[in-house]
């Protein structure tokens, strides 16, 4: 046996008592779930949610694994969980305790070798984050550059199997009361993402791909992935300062500057969407910065989606659709983005959902993302969706809505929060307005290749 090998081994078995104790906590929390959905379902026995919601939380709170990262994921997709779950998953923490520096250190050797220190010429011993695949620390090569090493917890293969099955376990329960959407695709598409996350190869594909589309606008700033320093397993980038969204909007009540900082945000997710079919599908607080001059700092590619031209295209038609009342239009474009043979009753009720997400676009004034003065973007329409969906037998979303949609939503927060007033119509139609379905192709082959997501 390789000493590698040796190491990989030692670490895994030292996590070994750790994750047994952690499913055990989370399988105890799902099983009440379900022993009292069921009293509720089959006897009639009224549960509290909000509290076995805040219990649910508890146990999920202190986990280091992509159970934790879902639940962030799933809190801002209307609908996928019940509100009080979403309200109390919400304010699950990025941050887990870190790694110690002993850990760390075995875990670099079995990445970058015996050695490993020698690459550097300083290391901070504590992780500058800690989330729920890996953490992040600070160091320097040995030419003075400032880096960020992202370092992936041991046997996360493992866990991500066993999370995906626990998550697979919530769904059917949610699916056993409320029947109002179909989990079976959002789990498909959560459990693709999240196992492409654990390369970090791919990862640096994805970085590099960002980097190629996003060239021009000098408001976003992206690392530059280290090659040499990176594996499946190790992220080297350049070191990105800025600060925190939300202490940027503390320290800010200039409104133009807070206008700039959602207009670059804009930019940051939607040209790569409508220009290459490319949606950074994690808008997590946890997964930028800004500047102090509103340019926007990118950190985070794990979560990518790359679509087809032609789902696209579908987007822009349901917003000429929604614009001009052409229902036949609006039922092309769910066609194209995967709903199957969608009848008149659904279309009525996804609309409700399109305009409200829509709203901003149609109309040509600086507004408000959202005038509402309800605390979470979109929640009050979706709960409208959701009582609609179940008087018409539920809905199976396709796989190509999840992370659109959670862009949406995301983003549509950030907004909010920064109150940003902007004419969003005028900024959508610059965008859009030569959108031609061929050239996206092309430009998404030619994207791809350069990153190397596709060989030649």
């Not at 032609?310 to 987007?315: A, E």
């Amino acid at each position: 046996m390789s000493k590698d090998s040796r190491i990989q081994d030692e670490l895994s078995a030292s996590m070994t008592g750790g994750r047994l104790r952690r499913y055990a906590k989370v399988t105890s929390a799902m099983g009440g779930l379900a022993a009292r959905l069921a009293g509720e379902r089959y006897l009639g026995i009224k549960i509290n949610r909000e509290q076995h919601a805040s219990d649910l939380r508890a146990a999920l709170g202190g986990l280091k694994g992509p159970l934790m990262k879902v639940a962030q994921i799933l809190a801002t997709i209307p609908d996928a969980l019940p509100k009080e779950y979403v309200n109390e998953l919400s304010h699950l923490q990025a941050d887990a305790p870190s790694m110690g520096w002993l850990f760390v250190k075995r875990r670099m050797k079995a990445e970058l070798g015996e050695n490993w220190l020698t690459y550097f010429n300083s290391f901070d011993k504590q992780a500058s984050a800690a989330a729920s695949l890996g953490q992040v620390h600070f160091a320097e090569d040995i030419n003075g550059k400032k880096l960020a090493c992202k370092l992936q917890y041991p046997d996360m293969g493992s866990a991500v199997q066993a999370d995906l099955k626990q998550l697979k376990l919530i769904f059917s329960l949610y699916e056993k009361y409320d029947s109002a959407i179909s989990t079976e695709a959002i789990h498909e598409e959560l459990s693709d993402r999240l196992k492409e996350e654990l390369d970090y190869s791919h990862e640096v594909k994805n970085l590099k791909l960002y980097r190629y589309m996003l060239s021009d606008l000098n408001q976003i700033t992206l690392p530059n992935p280290i090659d040499e320093l990176s594996t499946n397993r190790l992220l080297t980038m350049t070191r990105i300062d800025g600060s925190k969204i939300m202490d940027f909007i503390a320290r800010n009540s200039d409104i133009k500057i807070r206008n700039q900082v959602a207009l670059n945000m804009f930019k940051a997710w939607y040209i790569p969407f409508y220009k290459y079919g490319v949606i950074h599908g994690d808008p997590h607080l946890g997964n930028y910065t800004i500047r102090p001059d509103g340019g926007v700092n990118l950190m985070d590619f794990g979560c990518i989606r790359i679509f087809r031209p032609d789902f696209v295209t579908g987007v822009i038609e349901l917003y000429q659709a929604l614009r001009d009342g052409d229902e036949e239009q609006a039922v092309n474009a769910y066609k194209s983005w995967g709903f199957e043979n969608p009848s008149k009753e659904l279309i009525g009720v996804l609309n409700i959902w399109a305009n409200f997400i829509y709203q901003p676009l149609l109309e040509d004034k600086v507004r408000l993302i959202n005038p509402s003065e309800s605390g979470q973007y979109g929640r009050e329409t979706a709960e409208k969706v959701h009582e609609e969906l179940k008087k018409i037998g539920g809905v199976k979303p396709p796989r190509e809505f999840v992370l659109m949609d959670r862009a949406a939503v995301g983003l549509g927060s950030v907004f909010m929060h920064l109150k940003a007033e902007i004419n969003w119509y005028r900024v959508f139609h610059e965008l859009v307005g030569d959108f031609d379905e061929k050239i996206l192709s092309k430009r998404q082959s030619k994207a791809m290749k350069q990153s190397g997501l596709i060989l030649d």
